[in-house]
């Protein structure tokens, strides 16, 4: 999703997070990226159109925008954090064979719920879904993944 300058400025100052033209950078590139990105991958992407951004610079900008509410770590089954910038409610399906991750949007899945039976005193906060398997490239370059579903 492209967001306009403004809108990034108003979304950093309801959360309180200074801003600045690099975390800016940073947050829109995340924001437009579905992928779940990890920090060097936006490192990366965000370098091209700003040569001077440091690495440091993006890890603390992520950190600081995950601490505020505006970004969230993924970190499902991968070797390294990958994150989000779509913060609404959502879960994922998770590739087992090339790492990919894919929202998905389901209002039904929004509605689930544990019994105060089962919480035993628990209070739930929230929860996220995840759904395992292959996606459709991996399917076809490993005709035995389908048998691993599961």
Known sequence: ??????EIE???????VRVTRQRAAIY????????????????RTVKRQHPMMSRNTVYYTLG???????????????????FDGNVTVHHHL???????????????LN???????QAGGFHVLGYRVEFYGYCADCQQTRPDAVEHCG
């Open 1 to 6: 999703m492209k967001l306009r300058p403004w």
């Open 10 to 16: 108003a979304r950093f100052r309801r959360h309180a």
């Open 28 to 43: 829109a590139a995340l924001a437009e990226d579905t992928s779940h990105p990890t920090a060097d991958e936006l490192y």
């Open 64 to 82: 600081a925008l995950r601490q505020a509410g505006l970004v969230q770590e993924v970190n499902v089954g991968h070797e390294v954090a990958r």
């Open 94 to 108: 998770i590739c087992r064979g090339c790492g990919r991750i894919v929202d998905v949007m389901d209002e039904e």
């Open 111 to 117: 509605r689930l719920a544990v019994s105060s039976r």
